[in-house]
């Protein structure tokens, strides 16, 4: 298991346990992208929609909420569009701190609602992606989008949760 740490500022996310989904979704990504967790660490802030939307402005130049937001350690994007990003190799006996995830209470319950899908699952589901983030993942380009999705879509299944962008 990776070594997950979670600072809860609004208690509304102790009602959905997010703990424990925090380290199942942390844990399904890394295996996802084929490493192994108990080398890695990550920092969850489980957050309202007034604070990311502050992290939001001052770290992205927007304005408003946004479900996830994610603080890599260290750059590991791949050069070119669909190559696998540069994935950290801790040495043997070390745990690599991967970065920062933040998720906010508002907007992630919204989207479960309009969406028709459990909030733990579309939580769990936004927790994968932050961290895919982290491992440098990213879905500006097509074929980056292709390869973090098809990674999702995996860490989930083994999650027994839905493949979130199929169409129903």
């Known amino acids: 298991m990776a070594e997950i740490d ?12 997010i703990e424990d989904l925090a380290r199942r979704a942390v844990d399904a990504a890394l295996v996802a ?5 108990s080398r890695f660490s990550v920092s969850v802030l489980a957050c309202d929609d007034a604070r990311i939307a502050e992290l939001n402005a001052t770290f992205r130049g927007k ?15 791949a050069a070119e569009d669909g190559e696998m990003p540069a994935l950290p190799a801790p040495s043997e006996g070390e ?11 508002e907007t992630a ?6 969406a028709g899908k459990p909030p733990a699952d579309h939580v769990t589901h936004l927790l994968v992606h932050g961290c895919l983030h ?7 380009r097509d ?7 098809a990674i999702e879509v995996r860490a ?4 027994g949760i839905a493949n979130p962008y199929e169409e129903e």
């Open 109 to 114: 319950v919204r989207e479960a609602q309009e």
């Open 143 to 149: 074929k980056d989008a292709a390869l973090m999705e």
């Open 33 to 37: 992208a084929g490493l192994d967790p």
């Open 6 to 17: 979670v600072l809860v500022e609004d208690a509304r996310w102790d009602r959905l346990g």
């Open 156 to 159: 989930l299944a083994a999650l």
């Open 134 to 140: 982290l491992l440098g993942f990213d879905h500006i």
């Open 63 to 77: 304005e408003g909420p946004t479900n996830v937001l994610s603080w890599p350690s260290a750059p590991r994007e």
């Open 95 to 105: 745990v690599e701190e991967l970065g920062d995830i933040a998720i906010a209470w």
